[in-house]
């Protein structure tokens, strides 16, 4: 298998370490173990205590009874039968591409997106039409374009719902014509919905899962819920053949997740409402902080992000993307994602979910950088 190099996540490897600032980060502020035994009601040190006698085996190979609850949950239309836990959002999109897409298939990804959206189908064969979002559409699909780029040979549509880059939100409408639009040539849908969950005024946010039964949503620990050592992520859908697809992969590149993953995964989402009321407040004091910044700054433009943690802010210098990224981390210690990897250039990707002061220290690094250039 020929694969593309992975752009982001390359871009974090190389250089997260270097950060002074870090507004690459995507995901909101993490939580301690403490804090989460705190915001559960647990005694700290008597569950702490307690684990030392916690033998480390498989597990539930299938994920827990309170893991797979709890995930349904997180769903208006799905039961706990209907989860399939994996080794995070990644291992979610890897396994549901590789056991649905054959090389003969068509699908249509949008862009800007997670990139296994599109190398990953690419590298097995099977031909990717590319949905370009565009800040003059708010970054939301074009309905006319996505119906002349699907056919009867077209197996899957996948979208980033909130999106990663951008922030943008589709609407339940939109949503519901897309679905029409998979429906006439029986495809399937595929909703990156890692930054699902935490909606501006704390209201349900619609999953793909909730409005077609050929829906695929994938999510996991790492983004809303401030865990991603946690290493759990999942499937959700009521459709059975992928639910028997991909428990049939799931045997040779998973078996089951963590333990102690599962274990703590499952205390969070017990109690993922006050989660969620902590990560909330952080997301609108920041998503403030970052508005009022592009505001202020001379050069810079974006459209504001209505959910996930990411924005993607574009600038008027004569400089590529990978560049300026470059410079700012290596002369101001701010590490970014240069837009480039998201195959944008003139912009770039900013995280704004972590601690306020780190923001703020780094948004004015980048107005320094951008005054000198």
Known sequence: MDIKTFKVERWMNDYEDEAVYNLGETCIDSITVGELLDMAGEDADKYLIGLKDKRLTYGYIFGSPDLLSGI??????????????????IGANHQVIMSMIRPTDNMVSVMPTYQQHYSIPESIGAEVRIHQLTLENNFLPDLDLLRSQVDENTRMITVNNPDNPTGSWIPKDTMMEIVKIAEEVGAFILSDEVYRGISEDGSYMHSIVDLYDKGISVGSMSKIFSMAGLRIGWIATRSEEVLKACHTRRDYDTISCGTLDDMFASLALKHKDKIFDRNRQILLKNRAILDKWVNETEGVHYLKPVAGTTALVYYDKDIPSYDLAIRLIKEKGVL??????????????IGYAFDSKTLEDGLSKITELLKEI
């Open 72 to 89: 349904a949950s997180m769903y208006e239309s799905i039961t706990p039968e209907q989860v399939i836990p994996t080794h995070g959002a």
């Open 336 to 349: 970014v994602t240069p837009g480039a990897a998201f195959e944008i250039e003139g912009a770039l990707r």
